[in-house]
């Protein structure tokens, strides 16, 4: 099972935290910086697999960490001794790629600026630690759908602010009109 889904640059910035087990978030940023230790010390031409880690922040059991590092940043999947090591590696490969795709060449200022999309489609690919869906097409074809239903959202609701703003002048264009039928009535 999938214990942690983290991103973080090169600096140990966290661009990403999604934890399937409920962890208070000051036990969630020193795992962050106690993963960041372990694979920033690695180098790139040792495996990219870390298995044994024992943290007490993650409940205490052994972990193995599987991590990619492209360029800036390091893609972390904390897993138990359940999960593959080759399919989760296969998996960040998925997600990279997916949000390449969807970002045009993604960057660490996308993961920043984008975070509600990169979110929906880290949902797409892993649910409450067990992988969902690996089919590149499908997480792109849902996540546009998501942007698409809550652009509408935005819409609609933009709609009723202005119906609910121009609520006051329609009031106002009833009243006069109530007035001159009662002037006219009076004459």
Known sequence: MIKAVLVFNNHGKP????FYHHFPEEQQQQA???????????????CNFVEGVTTELLGGMDYKLVYRHYATLYFV????SSESELGILDLIQVMVESLDKCFENVCELDLIFHVDKVHYMVNEI????MVLETNMGDILTHTQQQMRIEKED????????AGVASAPTRAVAAVNQVK??????LK
């Not at 661009?15 to 999604?18: D, G, I, S, T, V």
């Not at 892993?126 to 630690?129: N, Q, R």
């Not at 001159?180 to 009535?185: I, R, W």
């Open 154 to 161: 935005k819409n609609t609701a933009q709609v009723v602010v």
């Open 77 to 80: 999947f904390c897993c138990d």
């Open 15 to 18: 661009r990403l935290m999604k």
């Open 32 to 46: 962050v910086r106690e993963v960041f230790q372990i694979v920033s010390k690695r180098a790139d031409s040792e």
């Open 126 to 129: 892993v649910m409450g630690g």
């Open 180 to 185: 001159m039928v009662v002037q006219q009535g």
